[in-house]
């Protein structure tokens, strides 16, 4: 008999098996019971299949199956022959679901019990049925966390209040009020819980003295997914985990991306970056980076302070750390300027002469606005722009009434550097002077008991002043050029190799075009000329300019002697094999003519919107030896990198004396550091608005909201919880100009830009006033 109904349900399996179709478990589904299942389409309908007992389910999902699995009596019967292993994971899975089930019944029964202040409730109709005590309300559509939505009722008294309340508060006869309620009640909850997470993440920052940027991380919100994503409680790791599995574990993942890094430098080629900095206690140390278009790895973190001064031991260090990387890989080595760096660059290049010593570019265009804010009449009018920021950004009153006129955009603009972030500021006012004028001839600036202290009087003066602004935009477009050449050179979007030559040219066209006798421009050009002439790897960037083809087809006539002499001086460096070079430079002519490849209509189109070293990959094959050495020169960065380098043990690292824990510490900055140039190059800036008055700002932005002088006087009258917070919606200021764009146009007048720097060009009529 046994046997006769074994047979039957065989029967009745194979029948069944005959019309169901096999679908594959996608990655989408999460729930652990979906790895011991199949899943089968009867037609329209899709069934599960346990795979240890074969046992067929046609309905009852995943959960009904967990049951099965798990032996818990309920929706499915038990299987027998579960792995016990699997056995107790389902009913872990289980259990946590009921814990999960239980917390969200648990805060909608406080969402049903809350019971507000009657001003919280706006009531805009009071009709209804006096039996069941049914009020229309109003919804407000931004819910605070303290507010909550009731419908009021007309007194009732006895057990029928508290029947009903127990039943709920929202079921009514009609549809559109309990649709109000219910998605308001819902829209409530989430607020509560958020605000309960949000209470909870500034607990632990607070507690643990953590910058309270650490929630700007592009990985704190996948942290938080992923916390929110268990169905059971998530165990936190332990401090011991994160010295350990954890920490080698993201050890493995960094070590990962940088083989990829490591990966493209036979073809591209790489730049060693030097950034040497100084701690809180006076140890100097230097981070030691390594460049290249598909990312940056920092490599490791020396100790120098012994050694600074000695040019002969930063050789050493400098020679070692090449070989490390490869020297057919390094192209160039990013020092700052200093007389040691020189020094061992300079002996550098001799031991190794196929690569360059460069000076960060950025570091010099800094050193340029810096003697730019030192001349007289510029300073005046940075201390008379930085009177009236100071003055708003100590009170809470005016500073929330200037983002309003402003919509929320700051006055202030935190650059890189300090000086950077002065004519970056000064700009920024220039661009909103009409919003400020319109602000200080107000009703509401009149009315405002600021606007009659000296500070509010003197900002009144300034704003009114048309000379004074005269003055400020003069000094901005003086500036902007050099400020959109830094911008370039510190981008994470392109290699700037291919565009900084031109970006130093037209920015002293731009000061020429400003102040247009000769007497009054080369005072700035001076200024450029003595910093920029420093620097040792001018070939590069000459040779970065001659392989750019939007500036190279730009140039009419011949191409000036110091860009051709960069381009061979490029050839016999960085190409040692003198068979190599007899064939990059007939190559050359095809690039210089147009021809072949370079000449075709997809190519000239393809001049303006290719990177450059992306237009050699695609149209170069014509002239392969030329195309590999574009390629390398046009991958280059310009300047050293440096990220925040806040809460990174570096000091730690040296003081510790055991060996175990110097290379843990080792580790824990190289995954730090790493990780946070990650973060650079995927992190959007553009739409994060900074608050000008968060202490990392104010390290920039010293000079421009501190006070030289605190006035006791003001404490009482200003407050930071009323502030208002800005929107960092600067695209209302209209839109920047891609630098790229603007540097490739107007070459044809470079000869003349070379004959005023030798001092031969006649003065022309002046038709700019002169400061």
């Not at 346990?50 to 049951?67: A, L, Q």
């Not at 559109?176 to 308001?184: E, F, L, P, S, Y």
């Not at 920024?428 to 500070?455: A, I």
Request: net charge negative; proline share 4%.
């Amino acid at each position: 008999m046994h046997l006769e109904t074994s047979q039957y349900k065989h029967k009745v399996l194979t029948k069944m098996a005959a019309g169901l179709e096999p679908i594959p478990v996608t990655s989408q589904k999460h729930d652990p019971a979906w790895k011991h299942c199949q899943l089968f389409k009867n037609g329209d309908r899709v069934q599960l299949k346990c795979i240890y007992c074969s046992k067929m389910f046609k309905g009852g999902g995943i959960h009904r199956i967990k049951e099965h699995l798990a032996g818990q009596k309920g929706n499915a019967s038990t299987c027998h022959r579960t792995p016990s292993d699997v056995r107790l994971l389902m009913q872990q899975s289980l259990d946590g679901v009921v814990v999960k089930k239980r917390k969200k019944q648990k805060i909608a029964d406080e969402i049903t019990t809350i019971n507000p202040p009657p001003s919280e409730i706006d009531t805009f109709a009071t009709q209804g049925d006096v039996n069941t005590g049914l009020h229309m309300i109003h919804v407000s559509n931004a819910l605070e966390p303290n507010s909550s939505l009731l419908v009021n009722r007309e007194e009732e008294t006895g057990k029928k209040i508290a029947d009903r309340r127990k039943r709920g508060r929202i079921r009514r006869a009609f549809a559109t009020t309990d649709t109000i309620a219910v998605n308001n009640s819902i829209a409530l909850s989430s607020k509560r819980v958020n605000n309960q997470v949000h209470m909870a993440i500034g607990r632990f920052l607070y507690d643990v003295g953590l910058p309270l940027d650490a929630v700007n991380s592009v990985y704190f919100q996948p942290m938080v997914d992923a916390i929110a994503s268990q169905e059971s409680e998530v165990a936190a790791p332990s401090y011991h985990d994160l010295r350990s599995w954890v920490l080698k574990n993201s050890v493995d993942e960094v070590k990962s991306d940088i083989d990829r890094y490591m990966g493209t430098w036979g073809r591209t080629g790489c730049s060693v970056l030097v950034d040497q900095w100084n701690t809180e206690k006076g140890r100097a140390l230097i981070n030691f980076l390594v460049y290249c278009p598909e990312g940056t790895m920092f490599l490791k973190c020396v100790d120098v302070s012994d050694i600074i001064n000695s040019s002969d031991a930063l050789y050493e260090l400098l020679k070692e750390v090449v070989e490390e990387v490869g020297v057919r890989h390094v192209l160039q080595v990013i020092t700052n300027g200093e007389e040691q760096y020189m020094a061992a660059g300079k002996k550098l290049t001799d031991v190794f002469p196929t690569l360059y010593w460069s000076m960060c570019a950025a570091h010099c265009i800094d050193l340029m606005l810096e003697d730019f804010g030192k001349l007289e009449w510029i300073n005046a009018i940075l201390e008379q722009a930085r009177s009236i920021t100071r003055f708003v950004y100590n009170h809470s009153g005016v500073l929330n009434m200037m983002r309003r006129y402003t919509f929320g955009i700051d006055m202030v603009a935190p650059g890189v550097t300090r000086f950077d972030t002065n004519f970056a500021t000064l700009k920024r006012m220039v661009d909103l002077k009409h919003n400020l004028q319109s602000m200080v001839t107000s009703q509401e600036w009149m009315d405002c008991p600021y606007s009659k202290k000296p500070g509010g009087l003197a900002m009144l003066d300034f704003i009114s002043n048309q000379s004074f602004w005269n003055s400020c935009t003069l000094v901005s477009r003086l500036t902007d050029p050099l400020l959109r050449v830094l911008r370039m050179v510190g981008s994470e979007k392109k290699p700037a190799m291919g565009y900084v030559y031109a970006g130093m040219y037209r920015a002293k066209e731009t000061i020429k075009k400003q102040l247009v006798k000769k007497e009054d421009y080369m005072v700035y050009w001076n200024i450029i000329d003595h910093w920029w002439e420093q620097q040792w790897q001018l070939p590069l960037h000459a040779a970065g300019f001659y392989l750019n083809p939007r500036f190279f087809y730009s140039m009419e006539g011949d191409i000036h002697n110091e860009i051709v002499s960069g381009m061979f001086d490029c050839i016999e460096r960085l190409v040692p094999d003198i068979k190599v070079q007899d064939k990059i430079i007939k190559e050359l002519n095809s690039y210089k003519n147009a021809a072949g490849d370079f000449g075709r209509k997809m190519a000239i189109r393809a001049r303006d919107t290719l990177l450059p070293a992306e237009w050699w990959s695609t149209y170069g094959g014509g002239c392969p030896n030329l195309a590999r050495l574009a390629i390398r020169i046009l991958s280059q960065t310009c300047s050293s990198i440096r990220c925040n380098q806040n809460q990174i043990p570096f000091e730690q690292i040296h003081n510790t004396r055991n060996c175990l824990e110097h290379q843990r510490l080792n580790d824990l900055v190289f995954v730090q550091y790493n990780l946070r140039l990650r973060q650079m190059a995927q992190k959007s800036k553009e739409n994060d608005p900074t608050d000008p008055l968060s202490f990392d700002s104010i390290s920039i932005l010293e000079d421009w909201v501190t006070e030289k002088e605190v006035c006791l006087e003001d404490y009482g009258h200003s407050d930071w919880v009323a502030i208002d917070p800005p929107s960092g919606n600067t695209m209302l200021l209209g839109p920047s100009n891609d630098e790229a764009e603007e540097l490739g146009e107007g070459f044809d007048d470079y000869e003349i830009f070379d004959r005023v720097k030798d001092g031969e060009e006649e003065n022309v009529e002046d038709n700019v006033v002169s400061q």
